[in-house]
């Protein structure tokens, strides 16, 4: 991701902002390659062999840093800070990987770095909220459903269910449709012979 020119945040583009990702030390890049795990582990007495219990993962969190092109006055410097110091997370998306999402806040110290000539760059920290990166919401329309021979696979059938197939559903002029069920504690003693049958 570090490798990308522009991002956008809170559905805002950097390229708007007059901010480009850029990096002042010349070297390779380093990037998280997967979460930090830790491992939780419960030590008992006489025993140097502690009992496994879970693992736990950090959320992602690494170094940005952007050179600011139009930087006129402070009234430009105020637009990005107030753009990047959200309240919450905010979808965050690198122009080199544009089918991944992070839900990021900005953290800890943030650094102006400049010659007193209006140039300069930007250095902050980035956490995400989870260890993960996400895909776009799709919306898919249409979808046909479909088994073997089958001509649909939903029925309004109790018999078919283990078969894959749902109940309460129905084939209609405006597609599936899907009735209301009543599942109240009485409906279900009024209708139920044996504890089984729930």
């Not at 102006?112 to 990166?133: A, D």
């Amino acid at each position: 991701m570090l490798e990308s020119i522009h991002f956008m945040y809170d559905n805002i583009s950097s390229k708007d902002m007059g901010v480009y990702i850029g990096w002042s030390s010349g070297n390779l890049f380093e990037e998280n390659f997967l979460p930090i795990r830790r491992i939780v582990e419960k030590k008992v007495t006489n025993n140097e062999i502690p009992y496994f219990q879970r693992v736990e993962h950090e959320p992602l969190s690494f170094k940005l840093s952007f050179y600011l092109e139009n930087w006129i006055d402070d009234e430009d410097l105020r637009k990005i800070a107030r753009w990047l110091f959200q309240p919450y997370y905010k979808p965050l998306v690198f122009d080199h990987h544009p089918n991944r999402v992070m839900y990021a806040l900005v953290e800890g110290d943030s650094t102006l770095i400049h010659n007193g000539l209006k140039q300069g760059y930007v250095e902050l920290t980035i956490r995400c909220s989870s260890p993960y990166t996400y895909s776009h919401e799709q919306i898919m329309d249409n979808i046909e459903f479909r088994e073997l021979n089958k001509s649909y696979l939903l029925k309004d059938d109790i018999s078919t269910f283990p078969q894959g197939e749902c109940q309460n559903v129905k084939i209609t002029a405006n597609g599936l449709t899907i009735d209301e069920m009543n599942n109240t504690w009485g409906i279900l003693y009024a209708n139920t012979k044996h504890w089984s049958d729930i």
